[in-house]
């Protein structure tokens, strides 16, 4: 991080300093990431843990007066202080696997940060923005949005000179009501931007009422064309996401390569061999009615003539309309014939095939329905706790 003065950070809270410390050049909630000259800021009642983080090496410990704030206040200090390009990704899908992608292409180019994994919230963003060096060329930041005025608060202080929205679909529906809400959400990236920012954003009718701004620039991500490079993934969702990073890239100009190795992040389509020739897909992540058939399509081109074994979760925070959403995808897994499903969670019913109430009884169905060379699809919401169905498989 590049050093910030403890006088940056004093406002902000109860602030316990070594008696030798003027700065601090680097900031975590969690002390056992501590390290030598840190500032530790007690989020969510952490107290009990600044002791931890001293002993570790920190040169100071906040207990903020006002959680979000006081990350959004140290976070946008350390930015105001960089020359950094600073990326800030949205949208319903996407977001982890392009930032993913947009790392890959400029990390050879220019010294580039990019959020871990999936940090892209209140506390994962500014903790992303305070691993800002002095000679950080480039910043990729994710920035989640579970409801209306979240990427308005993430964009005030993380003031992104490119905006990137990956796509609009109903995820998160529960919080907004409708697809035309989401959309608002999503352009408040848009209203973000400062004068002379960039907007990169998917062909999508519903942005364009927030495409007006004559004081920044657009540029609208044809998903159809081709990739102009070899990639390690094939994926046809990745299409869209890679052209995505490109239109980033070139904003940014940095040159295109010839063969792209993207590492992604953790549970997307996580590739495992299995007995006989079997393959899992685990991608147990996050699920909604966008990236479950797009996961589904994927399974299908991969499995080949593998018998097919789906074990799908429900797709959480959809409210009213989950059901029908549901019933959609089950429809959607008769039309691909995929041969076994496991349904799993209440409104998963509507899947068909088996159905199961939570995710250990999946990992049960599975262990005595799998045969040898079986390709196995693992999906759904975070919530549905997927992941011990992959683990199960390939202890
Ligand atoms: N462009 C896309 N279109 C459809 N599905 C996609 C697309 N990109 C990714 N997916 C699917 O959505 C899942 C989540 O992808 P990813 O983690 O990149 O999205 P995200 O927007 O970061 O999600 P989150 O809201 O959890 O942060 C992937 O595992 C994949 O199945
Ligand atoms: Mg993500």
New binding site residues.
């Given amino acids: 991080m590049i050093p910030l003065e403890l006088s940056a950070v004093e406002p902000l809270g109860k602030l316990i300093a070594r008696p030798w410390a003027d700065v601090v050049t680097g900031m975590q909630v969690d002390s056992r990431r501590i390290e030598e000259g840190d500032l530790f800021v007690a989020v969510g009642g952490g107290e009990d843990f600044i002791e931890h983080a001293l002993a570790r090496g920190a040169s100071a410990a906040l207990v903020p007066t006002d959680d979000f704030a006081a990350l959004a206040a140290i976070a946008g200090a350390v930015r105001d202080r960089s020359s950094a390009r600073i990326v800030g990704i949205t949208g319903s899908t996407g977001?982890?696997s392009t930032k993913d992608i947009l790392f890959a292409l400029c990390a050879p180019h220019r010294r580039t940060i990019a959020n871990e994994g999936?940090y892209?919230t209140e506390i994962g963003v500014p903790l992303t923005i305070c691993r800002i060096e002095e000679d950080t060329e480039i910043c990729i930041s994710?920035l989640g949005m579970r409801g209306a005025g979240q990427i308005a608060w993430l964009a005030s202080f993380v003031r992104p000179d490119v905006g990137v929205i990956t796509n609009i679909g109903p995820a998160h529906l529960e919080f907004l009501g409708s697809i035309e809400n989401i959309a608002r959400a999503k352009a408040e990236l848009i209203d973000g931007l400062p004068p002379g920012g960039i907007a990169v954003v998917p062909d999508e009718p519903l942005l364009e009422p927030y495409l007006t701004r004559s004081d920044i620039t657009v540029k609208r991500v044809d998903a159809s064309g081709p990739i102009p490079f070899e990639t390690s993934y094939t994926s046809k969702h990745q299409v869209q996401n890679t052209l995505t990073a490109i239109a980033a890239a070139e904003v940014l100009e940095i040159p295109l390569p010839e063969t792209l190795n993207v590492e992604f992040s953790k549970f997307r389509e996580e590739e495992r061999a299995l007995p006989g020739d079997g393959v899992l897909l685990n991608d147990c992540y996050n699920a909604n009615p966008v990236s479950m058939r797009a996961a589904l399509e994927h399974f299908v081109v991969r499995a080949g003539d593998r018998r097919r074994v789906a074990v799908l979760g429900e797709m959480l925070e959809l409210g009213p309309g989950a059901p029908e959403y549901h019933r959609e995808i089950g429809a959607f897994v008769q039309e691909l014939g995929i041969e076994h499903v496991i349904a799993v969670g209440e409104l998963a019913r509507d899947y068909g095939g088996d159905w199961v109430a939570t995710a250990a009884e999946a990992a049960e169905r599975l262990r005595t329905e799998l045969r040898p060379g079986d390709a196995v699809l693992v999906k759904g919401s975070l919530g549905v706790g997927l992941a011990v169905v992959a683990e199960n498989l390939t202890a």
Avoid: S
């Fill in positions: 977001k982890t999936n892209n994710e």
